[in-house]
């Protein structure tokens, strides 16, 4: 009887799940409400939580509660402190949440949401929380090390090389790519420019005012540039409507593209609490509450899903972009699947917090699964407006035309019904001159939100407000992790080239600080000005890039999982990690050969490069290159491109021949070879 | 549950939720600082919530770890 009644309710949680996703996924032909796919989320999290992550942490990986943690053992009251569980959550989770779960989602739509969704929480479940809890596993056992630690020290140090040299080029690629997001967003976008602009000097007086008139209060000070964030959306909007000021700040791609690289330098050699502190504030609270809020905003008003559950471009060759369902949905949808960036975070600051080895599986596990919801938000806000609107804003203007009159035929012709007049009315709803051609995610997004939020807060008149607000939510954590990931980059870069000329490696040395900050910047500046100017979009070749990165560094953190486990001597349960490490192999190293060689030039990065050297040797030009050098450089970079998705699958390739090692190794051993530290017993007032 | 031990269980949520939320930008619980330093180093002179405020900026900013995407 007790086995029944600790089960029966979960039985039922089941089933309203499954009927949640029947609805979802049969619904032919009449709308569905998005609160279907918020039922049916939270019943696949519940009963993933309640059941597999229990297998995980009691059979899989045996956590021990009367284990001494490392916030125990090295307790300093500063880096390592015993946290309370759902104190450490909430930290743990604005670390990993960020703008790939909001992006990945609302470029997968152009499939419909069903691929999508179905993705997010298979993904999930078998693999990204399963990742994350296991990252944070190992790391708490071993001191709280980091990934590059981790991997050196179970299986050796020249995998840990490459590993370390796979994410410092990956975190390249997402500076260019979240740059690229900005870029798109603000271009011809006076009010969207004028606003993220004044978050500058928001934050340089926040920054003052906590250094030196009242230290240290960050409640208070977040509270005023809250307030004075709220004073500059008005103030574009003044901006926008003023035919004297909007001009001047009225930018293209490129001028805007020189103004982040600029932006990019000075903000990472100034102290950081000038500047990088105080932003990082405002973007950290604004993110939970605007997250939060779109949760509620979604309850509320349960907006009807408009996307069809699947499109035509399920099948391949979308206009966002290219490529056929397997494997490229699986690399676009990153985060909120599954994101090797999150095991830097889960071997990070977290691991040195854990008060007691069982609170991995809530924190670890349980983390992921809220970041999961934040991607399935997304895609519900990115699928509840007219996907008419959605395609023109996403798809490049080589492809439908750059006028609305043009973009609505295009789009027509693919059965997707929109007049000019509705492209020209929703731009002006929303308090801008085009809201064509602006791939990215975060713009697509914003109409998304403000759909959602002004039927909650403000009617009509507050629509442009809205979508204002969801662009300064988006561009101004955007611009914290570019500046701290620049910096990041820098340490990572001195600590390399270190090894070759000993005085690049002195962080307090200014010239070395400044040389690697340089090198740092123009790497990524270099991919951004490249998507900028790209003829099918920028996002077309960047976003893939990061995703097959991102992915690949998942898989390298799940093999390291693996081999963890064999090393324990628990290889009979080593399918967790194998098995989503092997689909991860799979669709990453598909999508790099198919970036590489596909012949379809949309796809295939030489197959493109090809296409423009061929007209270059004819002598005719292809747009939107309008010099033979301009062509000769888009060839450049298609090869250069190709050049980086070889490299991040030798990356991969050798990680996986060192794991099969280590695997190898450890069966061969008759004793367990994990190198943990050695057990202590808890505290007993701790446990 | 009587409305005392009520409004003691509210205020204990309270002060979760602020150091999380403090945690959030990396900055820890001062309290538990002086706690420990207090314990086990009674000897040292702690640093001034002033001082730790700059020591754990510096620390979050300094180190090689990013931000996630």
Known sequence: ?687 | MNAAQLAGEVQQAGRYLVQSLRLMVGVPDYGTYLRHMAATHPDQEPMDYEAFFRERQDARYGSRTGRCC
């Not at chain 1, 779960?101 to 691929?115: E, F």
């Not at chain 1, 399918?575 to 198919?594: D, E, R």
């Not at chain 1, 190898?664 to 943990?676: H, M, N, T, V, W």
């Open chain 1, 1 to 687: 009887m007790p086995f029944v009644r600790r089960h029966l309710p979960w039985l039922l949680v089941s089933v309203l799940g499954a009927f949640a996703l029947a609805v979802i996924a049969l619904g032919r032909g009449e709308a569905v409400s998005a609160l279907w796919v918020v039922v049916a989320a939270v019943c696949v999290y519940l009963i993933a939580y309640r059941y597999y992550s229990l297998f995980l942490a009691t059979k899989v990986m045996g956590l021990d509660p009367t284990r001494k943690t490392p916030a125990w053992t090295h307790n300093d009251g500063l880096d390592y402190v015993p946290t309370n569980k759902y104190v450490l959550y909430g930290h743990h989770f604005a670390a990993i949440a960020g703008a790939g779960p909001l992006v990945g989602p609302v470029l997968a739509a152009q499939m419909g949401y069903l691929p999508g969704l179905l993705w997010i929480l298979a993904g999930v479940v078998f693999a990204g929380a399963v990742q994350d809890f296991i990252v944070l596993f190992i790391s708490t056992r071993r001191d709280g090390r980091s990934l590059g630690d981790l991997v050196k020290q179970e299986l050796g140090t020249v995998p840990g090389i490459i590993a370390l040299f796979g994410a410092f080029m990956i975190m390249i690629i997402i500076l260019a790519v979240l740059a690229l997001i900005v870029v798109k967003a603000l271009a011809d976008s006076p009010w969207g420019t004028f606003t993220v602009g004044a978050t500058i000097p928001v934050a340089l007086f926040m920054g003052i005012y906590l250094r030196f008139i009242r230290p240290g209060r960050i409640g208070e000070v977040s509270i005023i540039g809250f307030v004075l964030l709220m004073l500059s959306i008005l103030g574009g909007q003044w901006v926008h409507e003023n035919p004297a000021l909007a001009p001047w700040f009225t930018f293209d791609g490129k001028a805007l593209t020189w103004m982040l690289i600029g932006y990019g330098f000075i903000a990472s050699v100034l102290p950081v609490w000038l500047l990088l502190a105080p932003r990082d504030y405002l973007s950290t609270f604004l993110k939970i509450g605007t997250i939060l809020a779109l949760a509620i905003g979604i309850l509320i008003v349960a907006p009807e899903l408009k996307m069809p559950a699947m499109t035509k471009f399920a099948e391949g060759n979308g206009p966002v972009w290219s490529g056929n369902l397997f494997p490229f949905l699986f690399i676009t949808i990153a985060c909120g699947a599954v994101s090797g960036f999150h095991a830097l975070i889960s071997s990070g600051t977290t691991p040195k917090m854990l008060e007691n080895e069982g609170h991995a599986r809530f924190i670890g596990y349980g983390g992921m699964l809220a970041e999961s919801f934040v991607a399935v938000m997304a895609l519900v806000a990115a699928s509840c407006i007219e996907p008419g609107i959605y395609f023109a804003m996403n798809s490049p203007a080589a492809l439908v035309g750059s006028t609305p009159e043009t973009v609505a035929q295009t789009l027509s012709t693919w059965g997707f019904v929109i007049t000019p007049d509705v492209l020209i009315q929703t731009a002006k709803d929303v308090g801008e001159n085009t809201i064509l051609a602006r791939a990215g995610g975060a713009p697509t997004l914003a109409v998304g939100m403000a759909h959602i939020l002004h039927q909650v807060v403000g009617g009509q008149a507050m629509m442009a407000f809205w979508y204002h607000f969801a662009i300064l939510f988006e561009a101004l954590f955007i611009l914290t992790a570019v500046d701290a990931g620049t910096r990041a980059g820098r340490f990572m870069l001195q600590d390399l080239l270190g090894t070759f000329v000993p005085a690049l490696k002195r962080t307090d040395s200014l010239p070395a600080n400044l040389i690697a900050t340089g090198l740092c910047v123009a790497a990524w500046g270099y991919f951004l000005y490249q998507g900028v100017g790209d003829p099918l979009g920028g996002i077309n070749t960047l976003w893939p890039l990061f995703g097959i990165s991102n992915q690949m560094l998942a898989a390298v953190a799940l093999m390291l999982g693996t081999v963890v486990l064999f090393r324990m001597k628990r290889g009979q349960y080593a399918w967790t990690t194998a098995l989503p490490a092997v689909w991860l192999l799979a669709c990453t190293l598909t999508a790099g050969w198919q970036k590489i060689f596909s012949a379809d030039p949309k796809v295939g990065f030489l197959a493109h490069a090809n296409k423009y050297a061929d007209a270059l040797a004819q002598g005719t030009l292809l747009a939107p290159a309008k010099t033979p050098e301009a062509m000769s450089r888009i060839v450049f970079n298609d090869r250069l491109d190709a050049a980086l998705c070889a490299l991040f699958i030798g990356v991969v390739l050798s990680v996986l021949v060192y794991s099969v090692k280590g695997v190898l190794d450890a069966r061969a051993k008759s004793k367990p070879s994990a190198s943990e530290t050695p057990y202590q017993p808890m505290p007993e007032a701790a446990r």
